[in-house]
């Protein structure tokens, strides 16, 4: 099970490396962008991420 857990993040991390490694400039403009953000914003954000990565868990983990 525990492999599962490392496998995930694994790809999280590849996955959010791709951003910065192949488009710095355009990813860099983003990250600005987000930081103008209302906090509730952000916050809102948030929470939608962790529900549908939750939601993601419950459906295709074994």
Partial sequence: MADYWWAALGLVLIIEGLGPM????RWRSYLRK????????????GGF???????LLIFFAP
């Fill in 49 to 55: 991420l962790v529900i549908a990565g939750v939601l």
């Fill in 22 to 25: 192949f488009f710095p400039n």
């Fill in 34 to 45: 987000i930081a103008d953000q209302p906090t509730i914003q952000m916050q809102q954000l």
